[in-house]
């Protein structure tokens, strides 16, 4: 079957850096993507990765590895507003997204 | 008004009611999308339309029933839900043309039945 893997939740200091994981299994690749959810509100898209590497927009980064199946969330200089979840979702070989249950992210002064 | 909304935000029901969720995207988009997000569970896709045809149906129970008059428009029809059908509902639009068709979100539904 297909699955996304990402921790449920993690806790950081507003300032400091954290990196979120994401691990995937599926039937294919076609893209990965992060979106950040806060409470109550819609997913907002962050990054698109479809080559390996590392793609940089500001105080978050976005890195991918195609052969081990894995992706990372990082964010930087934390803020208060950062506090969310972050949703990591795959788009497989048949062009479905395949979502991961999302990482609650708790920044603490 | 930008992007995509979604009306009512939020909505209380009983099991005999027959209410719909409205969606409108104003981002020129070809393909919408519902999905249903409970606590703690991925997003779960129900429907997608596709230049207004219906292309998706993810063994949706029949009680929900998906409506997609143009491309800036879609809705939900609900009736006879139950109460596990209480959760977040989402609609989405992309552009679905060979590019990242990265999906943009309206800010749900919350819907609960009692």
């Known amino acids: 079957g297909q699955n996304i893997d990402q921790p449920t939740e993690m806790t950081a200091t507003e300032g400091a850096i954290v990196q979120i994981n994401c691990t995937y299994q599926?039937?294919?690749?076609?893209?990965l993507f992060w979106y950040q959810q806060h409470a109550g509100e819609a997913p907002t898209f962050l990054s698109y990765?479809?080559l390996d590497g590392l793609e940089e927009k500001g105080r978050f980064s976005s890195f991918l590895s195609r052969s081990k199946g894995y992706s990372y969330l990082l964010l930087k200089e934390l803020q208060m507003k950062d506090s969310a979840s972050y949703l990591c979702a795959v788009r497989d070989g048949n062009y479905q997204l395949i979502w991961g249950a999302g990482t609650k992210l708790i920044i603490k002064p | 008004e930008t992007g995509v909304t979604q009306t009512p935000r939020h909505l209380v029901m009983g099991m005999t009611n027959k209410k719909s969720l409205k969606c409108e995207q104003h981002l020129g988009h070809n393909a919408m999308y519902w999905y249903k997000q409970s606590a703690k569970k991925p997003l779960e896709l129900m429907f997608v339309y596709n230049f207004k045809e219906q292309t998706e149906n993810n063994s949706v129970p029949s009680r929900f029933s998906p409506e997609c008059p143009n491309s800036s428009h879609l809705f939900l029809h609900l009736h006879t839900l139950q109460p596990e059908d209480s959760a977040l509902y989402l609609c989405?639009?992309?552009?679905?043309?060979?590019?990242?068709?990265?999906?943009?979100f309206g800010p749900g539904t919350r819907l609960t039945v009692l």
């Open positions: 989405a639009s992309s552009q679905v043309d060979g590019s990242t068709d990265t999906q943009y």
């Open positions: 599926t039937s294919g690749f076609n893209g």
């Open positions: 990765n479809v």
